[in-house]
């Protein structure tokens, strides 16, 4: 069955650090991988996506990811994080084929921002 | 261009009252979800619908039922509230087929059930 894990229920950076979420994820096939960010009270906005083509992809807000199909993984790394980045991270895989095109998330990272 | 709505934005509901939660977008997408978040849970797919008149079962449908008579809607109804079904609601929409399109997500629906 499709899963996908986020071992990191909770992470604290400083301002100005590099961060990087982890995202291991379960699929037969090749994958459909996504991050989306949820700032406090808000819905879900999407960062970046993979599906083909280049493992590392850049999304917006200067976040990055990198998929690596031996690893089962597609972390999401920043080079220098901002107080605005504090937010949960959702890493989901889309369950491609058919025509349901559903998404499966994992349960979330939430990223606090020390100054 | 409001992309998704959804409306209520809170609500609070007594044991066993029923209502009914609106998802609009003007995208015409065609592809419909109707989500819940629980804290330590992520988001569970409650049903879906992948055009006008029709909708799915998704992972945790029970306690709900959607329709989608209109392309741009989606509604979800609880018929009967319970106190488990207290959680934030999401609607999205997506274009087409294939799981790399992106879904597009409504702003939450906070529901509280005593």
Not at chain 1, 14 to 37: I, K
Request: a neutral charge.
């Amino acid at each position: 069955a499709q899963s996908v894990t986020q071992p990191d229920i909770h992470i604290t950076v400083s301002e100005g650090a590099s961060l990087e979420l982890r995202c291991n994820y379960s699929y037969g096939a090749t994958p459909y991988l996504f991050w989306y960010v949820q700032s406090p009270g808000q819905g879900l906005q999407l960062l970046l996506k993979y599906f083909s083509g280049d493992t590392l992809v850049q999304g917006i807000k200067g976040f990055e990811a990198e998929f690596k199909r031996s690893q089962s993984s597609f972390n999401l790394r920043k080079p220098s994080v901002h107080w605005s980045d504090a937010a949960e991270y959702f890493c989901a895989v889309g369950a491609g084929g058919g025509a349901t095109n559903k998404l499966i998330f994992g349960t979330g990272t939430l990223l606090a921002v020390q100054p | 261009n409001a992309g998704v709505t959804q409306t209520p934005k809170f609500r609070v509901l007594k044991t066993g009252q029923s209502m009914t939660l609106l998802c609009a977008q003007d995208m015409n997408h065609e592809y419909m979800y109707w989500y819940r978040q629980d804290p330590g849970m992520g988001l569970r797919l409650i049903h879906y619908s992948v055009g006008e008149g029709t909708t799915a079962k998704g992972e945790v449908p029970d306690g709900y039922n959607v329709s989608r008579l209109k392309k741009q809607n989606f509604l979800l109804g609880l018929e009967s509230a319970a106190p488990s079904q207290t959680s934030v609601y999401f609607c999205a929409s997506s274009y087409g087929t294939g799981g790399y399109n992106e879904q597009f997500f409504g702003p939450g629906t906070r529901l509280t059930v005593l």
